[in-house]
């Protein structure tokens, strides 16, 4: 429709049709991590004939679950604008337990795997104490747990790998319902721990709290929210979700390892913040990490599917494409909100 | 699943092979003169992965597999493993859901790639174990892994010991810097270390920690043991680069004429290192025998089938490498039969740099 300058009505108009490219404007940003999402499936598909296959779906599900698990548990910490840098090591010492208990000290299931589980999530509140009590930052309080998690699984183990393992973590993490084709129960796990974090998150009084502290602690204290206790609980959840992960970990990769496997706190943490989670707390959200983990574990498993990409460049190249989703995913979503605030 | 390729009888004879009971090569030379000729016409499609290839070692032992699969005409989709057994094994969960003709890998860690490479296996195609267990040695019998390609990492690290040993007299304080606790080698290593000490009561193990392959790991617990000990004689890092790491700390400390280190892998820096006297004495790991091995083993399994190839190749094939010192054997009375010397009197040195530069050893 074209507008005259001339018309009376050419100012109400350009506002209502502003107002209409606003809203779709809206719509499209706030759907940025499923653009971008769909457009590297879409990339990925047409440059390798091995992607956009069912069992490769399948397997990018699988791959990105233990992430997922740990996920949950950093969502909830860095919506408090808090962080937990111990994740990798506490699942680590987890699974060690799991395994030692089971194997070298005869402890039948599920015994070996509560103790695991009371560990980790023993860990989680020790952190959350020492933050909360001694005011020491998350950041130091998690890096000194995760060094503590650690030294302890280099001295149950004594430095040697594990691999009688616990049915439970067995199952969990190689196990599968319907048959040696059948669907994979680690990710049954996975999006059951985030169903139940978004449950919590979505649902609940404390987690609007969660929101509230991450949003503003001083405001949050004045209406009453004791924030102290909500970064305890959410350290504990994290240390909770930690020690899963390493059961879970530990099983499907057939053997507890006597030292933690790095690459987890990274993953996880760029995972949460990649789909919309922000590191200062108050905005995101467990589907917001839904969608970070989907393209991390896109990305990654995509590239490996491009036999022809130099081997010494997917690093580079990851970065590179990782850099552009948050450029997507933040910058957008950071216009979506000043566009609402104006 | 495994593609076993058209072999017919007007082939065999044309590639100048030998017909035993079945399908049988005379020995691999007329095999790699059989796939040179197909190389074009029939490539063979592979998967390989490596621990990681930011590790020199691992780097050169790709050089020496994808020079190797070229010879041969097989293409190589190559897999990092990043040093990470978690991502790795997201690797072999897609290689699994893949047909190819062999998979060739050398895993971060111990039992954490069975489960998908029991797939492989069991969906008939060839899997070579290079340097590091996949499983413990029955199972891996058991599981159907072709073979298993590695050094001995016991000898290697007995032998650098003998030599660290006879530098210390024999007596004094030692410390060891260990690899990642889970690699099957580094335990190895680790075992060398001890035995060669236990004959020596006189020396004292004064450190014994994992560097994880880390040299910055390294360097730390060398400060570390030298403030402990500043009286320390030795060194022995599971590898060079720990090894070279160490070194510095030691040099930096001003206590190199005190402190001999030694090391294993050889890899050409280490080498070097050990012409200029940093470090006592290095064992080769064979990166380019272990890889480009691999790939024989797996365009021959692909290439006669895989049960023949099981039924010919080993279990076990040991890849060895010489040690390395900068001495020079120069006894006076055999100076006129120096064939009863040493390396005939020789250094070794410049000789093996120029095989690992052909990808050879």
Known sequence: MSIQTDNLDAPASRLRTESQSSVWLRRFTALAPLWTLLALVIFFSIASPTFARPINFNNILAQISTLAIFGTGMTFVLLTGEIDLSIAAVAGLAGMIAAYLYANLDYQE??????????????????GFASTRFRIPTFMATLALSLIAGGLNTYVSKGRVISDLPEIAAFLGSGRIGGQSGFRVIIIVAALSLLAGHLVLRYTRFGRYVYMTGASKSAARLVGVNTDRILLITLTISGFAAGLAGIVSMGRLGSAQPIAIPSYLIDTIGAVVLGGTALTGGRGGIPQTVMGLLIYGTLRNGLDNIPSIDIYLKDFITGVVLLAALVVNLVLSGRRARDKTS | MSTKHNFSRRNFLKGGLTVGAGLAFGNLMSFIDYRRARAQSEPIRAAMSSAGLAGSWNAQGQDAAMYWANLLGVEVTWFDGEFDAAKQRGKFDQIATESWDFVAVQPNTIGTLVEPIQAIIDAGTAVIDMDTLVAPLDQLQEMGVLTFIAPDNMFMALSVMNRVIAKMGGSGKISHIGGQP????????????????????????????????????????????????????????DNDDMAIAARQVV????????????GVDAMPSALEAVANGQLVATCRNPSCRIHGWAVVAGAYAATVGLEQARAEIPIFVLADGPVVTAEIDSNPDLAAEPWKLANYGLSSIEGQLWLESQYIL
């Open chain 1, 110 to 127: 599920p015994i070996p795997t509560i103790a695991a589980l009371g560990a980790s999530t023993l860990l989680g509140l020790v952190g």
């Open chain 2, 182 to 237: 889970g690699h099957t080698g580094a335990q190895a290593r680790g075992q060398g270390f001890l035995n060669a000490l236990a004959q020596y009561p006189d020396i004292e193990i004064v450190d014994d920690q994992p560097g994880n392959w880390d040299v910055s790991q390294a360097a730390a617990l060398t400060e570390s043991v030298l403030n402990r000990h500043p009286d320390l004689k030795a060194i022995f890092a």
């Open chain 2, 251 to 262: 040099e930096n400390a001003g206590l190199g004429d005190q402190v001999v280190v030694g």
